[in-house]
């Protein structure tokens, strides 16, 4: 990676800044950023990080290896038309942008470059994303390998096909605000069995970290440590049997394929706008 151009100075792209630039993988002063309006938030990612930011797209664009998308949906269109007479097939597009196929980007580009999408999780703010990347049929190995060094940065990397993003989405980019409402409910019933609040967090993280270490180190599969937890008769027997009654694994399973769902459909109503301008190839 020789220069890396990011369109859009979100959350998403600022915790991938960080990732570069902590870990070394590029000098700060060859990463480039735009976005829409904000002078704030370019002040901001100067300071912080040292990165150029700019509103030329020339600049911003020319000589350029790398190219990330990290707009919002609705302003990909806009976006790639902005930038389309500075694209050439040399460039790695990798797009964060949810819902939008790599044919999409591809079509309204009419060229025939590499583009990866990827699925981080807003867990890449502290490194602990669960990224998965799905390339196009023009990116080789080692612009896929460029888009996986760049995602180790805020966490770790999973390789797809495109196909499986919508239920990548449902799953883990999605997934820690399923962990978060988990944790909302053991808030309540630590403060409806008399336990202050600043005591069950402590608990409960501490729980979660532990359980997390123990499924990632130990060869045993859930349902093996669950059942090395629960004795019969004894109290997480007791718990486990309040949470079958109310059906929770379903619950979970229902969720998980309803956002998959909600994740398709958004991703076809987006391609059927911008197949309007798609060249045909």
Known sequence: MKKIAFIGAGSMAEAIISGLVTQQVIDSANIFVT????????????????VT????LQQLLQDADLVVLAVKPK??????QS?????????????VVAGVHTTSLEGIADKQVSIVRAMP???AAVGRSATALAANSHTDEVQLQTAITLFETVGSVSIVEETQLDAVTGLSGSGPAYIYYLVEALEKSAESIGLDSETAKQLILQTLIGAAEMLQKSPKTPAVLRKEVTSPGGTTEAGLKALQAHQVQEAFIACVEEATEQSKWMGNQISKELAKYVVPQ
Request: charged share 35%.
């Open 53 to 56: 930011a700019t509103r030329s």
């Open 35 to 50: 976005n829409k309006s904000s002078d704030e938030r370019f002040d901001y990612l100067k300071r912080e990080y040292g």
């Open 121 to 123: 999780n807003t867990s």
């Open 83 to 95: 930038i389309k007479e500075y694209i050439h097939e040399e460039m790695l597009f990798i797009s």
């Open 75 to 80: 302003d990909i269109l806009e976006t790639m």
